[in-house]
């Protein structure tokens, strides 16, 4: 027991000795040594599943932003001689029950669910970094008040109360980004106020408020960018429920509407039965989509992870 | 202890009220006025006015709130929209089959997890370690609706070995062994979904146990590493877990919403997409508050069996 407290006691005097000197790069001082994010990068490169990922997004995010470029059809045109069509030469995966190609609107929907991913992310941290800073920094009154709306938020199961504020809201891409990205938040809230407890006590927060320095301030330039690196780890791992979670609601019908696709919504049409067996060709490309990417997005998070703090792993 | 289950109680009442504010605060947002769908439209503007007053629809929205916690609080949780039932009886007769259906599921998942992640924590980076990391990966990336579609396609069209859906078959024998052969799939995709952070969870609490000095005495004194595993190790990586079963309540509810859609299980989850299709509102907002008072009774349960098995912890 007594080695465990001293380990504990080494982590902490060396978390904030690493914390000062990331504080101290931003004021154009440099430590001996590498900087802290040339670090992060070499540690992110080493994690071979990690960069793998990374590629992948990046591929993917390109093939989504050059999707008309790339889309061998308008993927809302019919082609009235090929409803229901097994994959072609004209129709590398095939069209769908109104003779839409599959591959084009596989294309369309990425561009959709990907931006449903970060929207929902962006909002998540921005809600989540403000909320947790203000319940970490001010503590007292404001810090219960904003746990325990907290508490009642994670009390709901995620996916129930999504589906109920889409349904009251009315499904739409919007709506689906906003109610995302409003209830995501939690777990960063929950994350930047322990990491801001645990900062404040530190001496170089202690230095800035003897300096006089406004609380604001400290809060902006001190405390949350020294939180950020958990909070990014958080992101990424958020923004993977995020595209799934959205999936699942299009899937449902509670989320992107038809026509506009989704990769939830391509997978619509394969609770029929006939639809399921017969046309796999219709379900399985979206449904890999959303695997791959997710997958991709888990691994980027990993290596982030042990990237940026070796000590979580 | 029991002092310390009172105190957690009375916390969870501010809990629980603005729990049932921001679900009533919520199905209000809906549009739509209950009354159009209650009453006659031929009616007038001015008879329709005398009926809102009279339904008590014009009060302000604390005064409509405080009443329907009232009712609630004395077990009436209104009539759906769709078949004019009770909400309490309709959802009533949801529960039984979600519980065998979570229940299955969840221990599932713990019979696979705790042998798994802990042969993989005692041989870290070999082989079978990456492979419960790679399965653990993709329980968390795989999106269960589209497990769901997979295993349908799979041991239902393709090989024709288990029903695609339902409880029960048409007219087939109310056997228990019918159901099970119905309760395999959801089941294990239920129980998939929830597999990778279980998985996780077992392996790093066993690592760290293993780290122990425990640990070392007991293989100091010459015992078999197998006694070692079973004796020292096991009970202790067990603790964390009794916490996750808690805390995974709310994914395992999401989860199972999905896995009842998609294999049309008579459960809590379908009657949620049934409720959230029709817009029936009272049902919907009967569902929430259950699954949330379900995840809070689950987070005290699992704190309390958490005391239970670990003397260490002392509840003040």
New interface residues.
């Given amino acids: 027991m007594a080695l465990r407290n001293d380990e504990e006691k080494v982590n902490r005097v060396a978390s904030s000795i690493a914390q000062k000197n990331r504080s101290l790069v931003r004021w154009g001082v440099r430590p001996a040594g590498d900087s802290y994010w040339a670090l992060v990068v070499r540690r992110f490169l080493r994690h071979r599943l990690a960069v793998t990922g990374l590629v992948v997004l990046i591929l993917m995010s390109l093939a989504a932003l050059a999707a008309p470029l790339l889309a061998p059809h308008d993927p809302n045109a019919m082609d009235l001689f090929a409803f229901s069509a097994p994959p072609s030469v004209e129709h590398p995966l095939g069209t769908d029950s109104l003779g839409r190609d599959v591959l084009s609107r596989l294309l369309f929907a990425s561009r959709i669910s990907l931006s449903v991913g970060l929207g929902a992310t962006l909002i998540n941290v921005v809600v989540g970094v403000l909320l947790g800073g203000l319940a970490g920094y001010l503590g007292g009154k404001v810090d219960s008040a904003i746990m325990r709306f907290t508490d009642m938020i994670l009390s709901f199961p995620p996916l129930m109360i999504i589906l109920v504020l889409v349904s009251v809201l009315g499904p739409s891409l919007m709506n689906v980004i906003l109610v995302l990205g409003l209830l995501g938040w939690p777990q960063i809230c929950r994350l930047v106020r322990a990491e801001i407890l645990k900062l404040k006590e530190q001496d170089f927060i202690q230095a800035a408020r003897a300096l006089g320095v406004p609380d604001g301030r400290i809060l902006l330039r001190h405390l949350i960018p020294n939180a950020f690196p958990p909070v990014l780890v958080a992101a990424t791992f958020g923004a993977a429920q995020a595209i799934i979670q959205e999936a699942s609601l299009s899937f449902l019908g509670m989320g992107v509407q038809p026509p506009t696709a989704s990769w939830g919504n391509l997978l619509t049409d394969a609770q029929s039965m006939g639809v399921l067996g017969s046309m796999p060709w219709l379900w399985l490309p979206p449904g890999l989509m959303i695997v791959v990417a997710v997958l991709s997005i888990n691994f980027v998070g990993d290596g982030l992870r042990d990237a940026l703090d070796p000590r979580l792993k | 202890m029991s002092q310390y289950i009172v105190r957690r109680l009375v916390i969870m009442i501010?809990?629980v009220l603005?729990?049932t504010l921001?679900n009533y605060a919520?199905?209000n947002?809906?549009?739509g006025d209950p009354v159009d769908l209650l009453i006659d439209p031929n009616l007038t503007e001015a008879d329709r006015a005398t009926r809102r007053e009279a339904l008590g629809l014009n009060d302000p929205f604390l005064v409509r709130y405080a009443r329907w916690l009232g009712e609630l609080v004395q077990g009436n949780l209104g009539y759906s929209y769709t078949t004019y039932e009770p909400v309490l009886e309709r959802i009533g007769e949801r529960v039984g089959p979600t519980l065998l259906l979570m229940g299955t599921a969840l221990l599932l998942a713990y019979l696979l997890a705790i042998p798994l992640g802990i042969a993989s924590a005692v041989r870290p980076y070999s082989g079978l370690d990456y492979a419960t990391g790679v399965v653990g990966?993709?329980g968390?990336?795989?999106?269960?609706?589209?497990t769901g579609?997979?295993f349908?396609?799979v041991f239902s069209?393709k090989l024709g070995w288990l029903p695609?859906g339902g409880m029960t078959s048409l007219g087939g024998a109310a056997h228990w062994t019918d159901r099970l052969r119905h309760l395999i799939l959801p089941a294990a995709v239920l129980a998939l979904a929830n597999l990778g952070l279980m998985l996780r969870l077992v392996r790093s609490s066993t690592l760290e146990v293993l780290r122990q000095d425990f640990v070392r005495t007991a293989r100091a004194k010459g015992l078999g590493s197998w006694q070692v595993l079973v004796r020292h190790v096991l009970r202790n990586t067990l603790l964390p877990v009794i916490t996750m079963a808690g805390l995974q309540?709310?994914?395992l509810?999401?989860?199972s919403?999905?896995t009842e859609?998609?294999f049309q299980w008579p459960g809590m989850g379908w009657l949620?997409?049934q409720a959230?299709?029709g817009?029936d509102y009272p049902t919907?907002m009967g569902?929430?508050l259950l699954?949330?008072v379900m995840?809070?009774a689950g987070n005290l349960l699992a704190d309390i069996l958490y005391g239970v098995a670990d003397p260490r912890i002392r509840y003040e």
Avoid: E
């Fill in positions: 501010p809990v603005g729990i921001i919520i199905i947002l809906a549009p990966l993709l968390v990336s795989l999106p269960t609706f589209f579609l997979v349908i396609y069209l695609s309540l709310p994914a509810i999401a989860g919403i999905i859609q998609v949620t997409i959230i299709l817009r919907l569902l929430n699954a949330a995840v809070l």
